[in-house]
Structure formats: structure tokens, C-alpha cells
């Protein structure tokens, strides 16, 4: 994996390693070596720019939030959590490569429905959505920019 891929995000400098053939970053949210992924460059990029940039605190950042849905587990790439707990924002993170379409989106829906959240945030490193989404119509309103964390914590 290359480290090096060029992504729509200010760059931030990662811990990572190399063994026994396999390279690793650090994950600052999880404190912990994870398995370097061109998925995974994106989601550490991505989460240190809303942390560095947008003012979320590290504590508000949870990756990989096991939740059941249907008797199944599942694990958005990460949510946001406001002052009180509540979950705020679902993120779904993939791959530069990978195009954004309606199945990554139901996805995200269907992550927010189950933890009655407000906001769902999509990206591939490149291209980046950010929307609304209405718990009571069910409809996803796109925003033009991500939200700062007083903002989105500010609806609490």
C-alpha cells in the first residue's frame, strides 16, 4: 500500500511501520497498530482532519462501533458522539478507487436509522458528502460543507 496516495484533504503526517512485509499505521483513536489499507489511509486522514481542522475532539471520534441490525453486527468506520453520548454523525470511508453511489449511501442509511443519528458523511479520500438526515421523513438533505463540531453538536 502506498502511503503516499494524493487525497482532497489537508495532509497529515501518520505514524507507520513495516513488518515482516506488512505495513501498519497508527491509529490515534484507537491507540492501536491496525493493518495499512488504501480504505484505511483514507478513514486516518480523514478523522485527523475533522479533529485538526474542524475542531472534533478525539474523545467525540469512535472507529468501528459495533451495532446489530437484524440480528447481524455491523461496524460503521466510525460515528461521532456529541457532549451528552448521543450518536451524531455516521462515517462511511472507502477506498480513492471506489466510486460513491446509492449503495454506499443506503449503507450509511441504514447504520443512521439504527442509531437515530443526525448527520452521514461519505468519502473516498476525493470526494466528500455530508448530509442531514430527516429521522422522521427518512430524507437525506446534502449540506455544502462539513460542519464544524460546535455546529453539529450544537442541535443537542
Wanted: with cysteine; glycine share 6%; proline share 4%.
Amino acid at each position: 500500500m502506498n502511503a503516499n496516495i494524493t487525497l482532497n484533504l489537508p495532509h497529515y503526517q501518520s505514524r507507520i511501520k513495516k513488518s515482516a512485509g506488512v505495513e501498519s499505521i497508527f491509529d490515534e483513536f484507537r491507540r492501536k497498530w491496525v493493518r495499512l489499507t488504501p480504505e484505511e489511509w483514507v478513514r486516518q486522514q480523514f478523522l485527523m482532519y475533522l479533529h485538526l481542522h474542524l475542531g472534533y475532539p478525539a474523545t467525540a471520534i469512535a472507529v468501528e462501533k459495533s451495532l446489530t441490525y437484524n440480528g447481524m453486527t455491523r461496524r460503521p468506520d466510525a460515528v461521532i458522539s456529541g457532549r451528552n453520548g448521543q450518536v451524531l454523525m455516521v462515517i462511511e470511508c472507502k477506498k480513492p478507487d471506489v466510486k460513491i453511489d446509492e449503495k454506499t449511501f443506503l449503507q450509511a442509511a441504514t447504520y443512521s436509522s439504527v442509531l437515530r443519528n443526525t448527520y452521514i458523511l461519505i468519502t473516498n479520500g476525493l470526494s466528500h458528502f455530508v448530509c442531514h438526515a430527516d429521522q422522521t421523513t427518512g430524507q437525506l438533505h446534502f449540506l455544502s460543507e462539513i460542519p464544524d463540531f460546535s455546529v453539529l453538536n450544537s442541535g443537542q
